[in-house]
């Protein structure tokens, strides 16, 4: 007996203990048949309820990857990841090649007019290089490679 | 006599009837409160466990309450049942004794409802065991206090009865008592004491019938 939670003296011993004797009865082991069939039967449904079907997780999953593998295209593409891929062109000036020794007006040049550092390996072959450019009527181009050319090479002559 | 619920409980309804709000101290019988959530989740063996902590207490407190064997084993499943259909919204704000015994009670309740001119069961007459009592059999002196104590039990006014039964079957507190039934604490502590004062001059072999007064 709890007397401190009922209160002081509300239930004395002898009469819980006088209780205790007559109240022996059990439940009817039906009962407790009934009851327990009840609680696993509604837990099983329960379950059931909540367990998603197979098929919608395949679906999920097949979502949700396609959506992730989408994104990543996305981010590729937009060059997020800074690697290879097809790059969206921006509207950025394509690079330009300072040449060396060229006039300030003339420094900026784009690669497919002005001499390879191959060709500038040698004053022949850079010399080569300026005739071509020539030929091609880049004139400027050549002005401008010959100048170089005669900066790192002052005592060249010009072939006959 | 108010054997009627108080209203003063919160919206959710257990059995038909108001739910529960007290949050009162759940450390023993933490265990049940866990059990119970375990079921929650789905774990039937946690509701056996449980079960069979509270079947026999929970039986004996219907039948006394009921005084029917019959009536007692339907409100048994019947609130075994609203526990067991509840057990998804079931929060731990009470202890688990607390709750099964409301749960119980407010079937009970529900039952009186449904049968307005309650029967009362096979209990004895306390007069005919009064007269019984008075026979000088020594050796039957124990078998006799059973029972006046059974039948004294028995005659109490039902909200005596029950309180008695939730704070010996149930070992439910004053203050759960109250919550138990709705009413408030110094009700239920003076329900219990009368029931206390009767039973305890049933004890003793006076007439509590002839003594007592509905002070229910």
Redesign the interface.
Known sequence: M?KD???AG???G???A??????V????GH??A???D???R??AQ??DVRRPAAWYRTVSFAAIAGLCAALLVSFAHLGVFGTGGDRIELSVPAPQVIAPGAADSDRLLPAEERCSEAERSTSGNWWRCIRALEARGLTRAAEAELQALLGAHPGFVEPK | MDWTMTADAPASRVCGRQGLSYAGPMSDRLEDTALMLR?RD???AA??LL?RRH??SL??YL??LSRSPQTA?DL??EA??KV??A??SYRPTARFSTYLFRVAHNCFIDHLRRNRRHTAGPGADPEQVMSDAAQPDEAADSLR??ER??AA?GHLPPEQRDA?LL???G?L??DDIALATGVNRETA?SR??YA?AK??RS?AGKDPVAEGVDHG
């Open positions: 709890d939670r009922i209160g509300e239930v004395d002898a009469l819980s006088a209780y205790r004797d007559i109240a009865e059990k439940v009817p009962l407790d009934l009851v327990l009840a609680a696993r509604q837990a329960a379950t | 079921y789905g774990d039937t509701f056996e079960y079947n026999d039986y004996r039948l006394r084993e048994f499943q075994w049942s067991i259909r057990r998804t206090a059973r104590l059974e039990l008695f704070h010996e079957e070992g507190s004053l502590k219990l004491r206390v039973l305890k004890l």
